[in-house]
């Protein structure tokens, strides 16, 4: 994201929305009271300390924070056209959370699984160990795992351990 300013705006995170998330305007107008809710939650879940010693990486967990929120909460307007090709038909946001398995139940991460061929394990880190239900479902799409690799760069004091 080149040219990032160092402070989020309303106006940058839809910026943002449209280009690196590619949300279509015919979908998300630019009016949309989710654009306005989902910036505003992130504005006020990212500690803004990481704003003094890593300004552009604050504003990039902005929005990436609000673009998971985004994809969480926003809903299709009523007789939306449905994403081409997905069986059953799905609308935008619909489908995203269906591809991202945004409404299956995580109760933690994976620590080993195997069967009769194979048996695999990975190590836990020991920040999953303590990740809300809210980072569980962050884990799910690829801008709240933006979200909290920032998040967790800076240390337990910024909002994951």
């Not at 890593?54 to 994403?83: C, F, H, K, M, W």
């Not at 991202?100 to 061929?117: K, L, W």
């Not at 809300?132 to 800076?154: E, F």
């Given at each position: 994201?080149?040219?990032?300013?160092?402070?989020?705006?309303?106006?940058?995170?839809?910026?943002?929305?449209?280009?690196?998330?590619?949300?279509?305007?015919?979908?998300?107008?630019?009016?949309?009271?989710?654009?306005?809710v989902?910036?505003?939650?992130?504005?006020?879940?990212?500690?803004?300390?990481?704003?003094?010693?890593?300004?552009?990486?604050?504003?990039?967990?902005?929005?990436?924070?609000?673009?998971?929120?985004?994809?969480?909460?926003?809903?299709?307007?009523?007789?939306?056209?449905?994403?081409?090709g997905?069986?059953?038909?799905?609308?935008?946001?619909?489908?995203?959370?269906?591809?991202?398995?945004?409404?299956?139940?995580?109760?933690?991460?994976?620590?080993?699984?195997?069967?009769?061929?194979?048996?695999?394990?990975?190590?836990?880190?020991?920040?999953?160990?303590?990740?809300?239900?809210?980072?569980?479902?962050?884990?799910?799409?690829?801008?709240?795992?933006?979200?909290?690799?920032?998040?967790?760069?800076?240390?337990?004091?910024?909002g994951?351990?």
């Amino acid at each position: 994201m080149a040219g990032l300013d160092t402070t989020p705006t309303r106006a940058g995170y839809l910026v943002f929305v449209r280009t690196m998330m590619g949300v279509p305007v015919d979908v998300l107008p630019d009016n949309s009271d989710y654009v306005d809710v989902s910036y505003e939650i992130a504005l006020e879940i990212v500690n803004v300390g990481l704003k003094t010693i890593a300004p552009r990486e604050y504003t990039r967990a902005v929005y990436n924070l609000g673009g998971s929120t985004l994809l969480n909460i926003a809903q299709d307007a009523g007789g939306a056209a449905p994403i081409a090709g997905t069986q059953p038909p799905l609308a935008y946001f619909a489908y995203a959370r269906s591809k991202f398995n945004m409404n299956g139940f995580v109760s933690g991460v994976i620590q080993s699984a195997g069967d009769e061929g194979t048996n695999e394990s990975m190590v836990v880190q020991e920040a999953a160990k303590n990740f809300t239900l809210a980072n569980l479902q962050q884990l799910k799409d690829p801008y709240g795992r933006a979200y909290l690799s920032i998040a967790q760069s800076y240390g337990d004091v910024w909002g994951v351990s």
